[in-house]
Antibody, heavy 116, light 112 residues
Framework: EVQLVESGGGLVQPGGSLRLSCAAS????????MNWVRQAPGKGLEWVSF????????SYVDSVKGRFTISRDDANNSLYLQMNSVRAEDTAVYYC?????????WGPGTLVTVSS | DIVMTQTPLSSPVTLGQPASISCRSS???????????LSWLQQRPGQPPRLLIY???NRFSGVPDRFSGTGAGTDFTLKISRVEAEDVGVYYC?????????FGGGTKVEIK
């Protein structure tokens, strides 16, 4: 059974940093690209970043370029999102999603709250 | 960047009746490889999104056949042939033809 579980969310001050993790199981992680998608409270879905097989290609939405870094550790079946210089508008539930024919499996999400 | 526009914002439906959601992209979603990477996702209250349809019209594993997708180029439609209580939620279209990926704004399906 494919499972994705995010962790690392929490309360962070504006300008601070946070590292999100996504633990994958039930499939060969190294064979798939992965996405981060976020959802601000009461709002719609926003794609954040993608990392391909063997970490290529990598892409970001403009609003996080230069602040967020996506990475993966295939040996440990894990996906990461390093979030630096966070802003209030980064407050959201962050989901990781496997990319196959589409974003076919999603984790339950982890909440990031940026507030002083 | 590709902008995805969904209509309607809300769709009150009687149980057993059909529902239809439209999604329009600001440019063609046909990829250079010939595929069209347009998918539909369902998000039930308090749940993460769930893939329903991929590449316009292909139902994902375990998705009931009352869900169907049609369209081409820039215009796409998700249809629910007979709405059931478990179909309540917000539906999103998603284009993955070009970075940045982009979602429609969402359509809330609710029971009258």
């Amino acid at each position: 059974e494919v499972q994705l579980v995010e962790s690392g969310g929490g309360l962070v001050q504006p300008g601070g940093s946070l590292r999100l993790s996504c633990a994958a199981s039930g499939f060969t992680f190294s064979d798939y690209g992965m996405n981060w998608v976020r959802q601000a409270p009461g709002k719609g879905l926003e794609w954040v970043s993608f990392i391909g097989i063997s970490s290529s290609p990598i892409s970001y939405v403009d609003s996080v370029k230069g602040r967020f870094t996506i990475s993966r550790d295939d040996a440990n079946n894990s996906l990461y999102l390093q979030m630096n210089s966070v802003r209030a508008e980064d407050t959201a539930v962050y989901y990781c999603a496997r990319e196959s024919v589409a974003s076919d499996f999603w984790g339950p999400g982890t909440l990031v709250t940026v507030s002083s | 960047d590709i902008v995805m526009t969904q209509t309607p914002l809300s769709s009150p439906v009687t149980l057993g009746q059909p529902a239809s959601i439209s999604c329009r992209s600001s440019q063609s979603l046909v990829h250079t490889d010939g595929n069209t990477y347009l998918s539909w996702l369902q998000q039930r209250p308090g749940q993460p999104p769930r893939l329903l349809i991929y590449q316009i019209s292909n139902r994902f594993s375990g998705v009931p056949d009352r869900f169907s997708g049609t369209g081409a180029g820039t215009d796409f439609t998700l249809k629910i042939s007979r709405v059931e209580a478990e179909d309540v939620g917000v539906y999103y279209c998603l284009q993955a033809t070009q970075f940045p990926l982009s979602f429609g704004g969402g359509t809330k399906v609710e029971i009258k």
